[in-house]
């Protein structure tokens, strides 16, 4: 896929996929994910009928220099850089599908700019650093201690970002939960109730960082939101169940009339 460049401000510049005709679909991947690392899948599915716009977000993939960091706020952070984003493209609002942290920054921008956004799907996502989200992380460090177990997530990020990145990244997602999580957790929940736009959020049952309960708790809070559990799929839907999310998507896009 071809990339093209948006510079965004502050001598920060976005990498982006830009392909296809049609109601425009903005995809935003995950934490040490890329637009095609995450979404290569979804965006060969609505290509053929949808502008699909996709890019790397600060610090990810093509979008560098500058590397990746992680201060408490890098959440709000992502949202205010894809904000400037679609100002910049003016590409009219645009239907939303994140994944995991993307999912986050999918809401937050929702939230903050009603005028861009027509709808959400999000997926692998509850709002808040859970306590289970920190039990899960606590064995990430040191990552040199990495058994086989990581060795493909560690591949992926090398592959996307270089050998370079591997212990900042994981290290400054780290140090950023436990700050977030210390200052009570909140990422998008807080905000959730000023979301004007349809949402349909899904997570697999098998997730462990984003349980349930808070789940229904920022689907609560979400005046247009519907909520659901995908059977037999951890927190990367797209990899464990990509039929059924793709559906559920096309369904969610042709309830909004944006086919």
């Known amino acids: 896929m071809n990339k093209n460049y948006c510079d965004i401000g502050g001598e920060i510049r976005l990498a ?5 005709e049609g109601r425009p679909l903005l995809f935003i991947h995950g934490f ?6 995450d979404h290569a899948r979804l965006i060969a599915h609505f290509r053929p009928t949808h502008r699909v716009i996709a890019p790397d977000l600060r610090g990810y993939g093509a979008s560098r220099p500058p590397d990746r960091d992680f201060p408490p706020d890098f959440y709000q952070r992502d949202a205010a850089d894809v904000a400037a984003f679609l100002d910049a493209l003016n590409c009219g609002p645009v239907v939303v599908l ?3 942290d993307g999912a986050e920054v999918s809401l937050l921008l929702a ?6 956004v027509a709808g959400v799907v999000a997926w692998g996502v509850c709002g808040v650093i ?5 039990q899960s992380i606590a064995s990430w460090l040191p990552v040199s201690g990495w058994g086989p177990k990581r060795q493909q997530w560690k591949q992926e990020i090398i592959e996307r970002h270089g050998a370079d990145q591997l212990e900042p990244m994981i290290a400054g997602w780290f140090a950023a939960a436990h700050a977030i999580h210390d200052r009570g957790g909140n990422i998008s929940l807080a905000t959730a ?9 899904m997570n697999g049952d098998g997730e462990i960082g984003n349980p349930p309960h808070d789940a229904r708790h920022l689907a609560g809070r979400i005046p247009h939101c519907r909520l659901e559990f995908i059977a037999d799929s951890d927190h990367a839907i797209q990899r464990d169940q990509p039929e059924i999310l793709i559906d559920r998507a096309q369904q969610f896009l042709e ?3 944006w086919i």
Not at 16 to 20: A, L
Not at 130 to 134: A, G, H, K, L, P
């Open 16 to 20: 982006y996929i830009d392909e296809g």
């Open 32 to 37: 040490t994910g890329t637009a095609e690392g």
């Open 98 to 100: 994140g994944f995991s």
């Open 111 to 116: 939230a903050a700019r009603p005028d861009l």
């Open 130 to 134: 859970s306590d289970e989200e920190i």
């Open 193 to 201: 109730d000023r979301i004007e736009c349809p949402v349909l959020m």
């Open 255 to 257: 309830s909004l009339g």
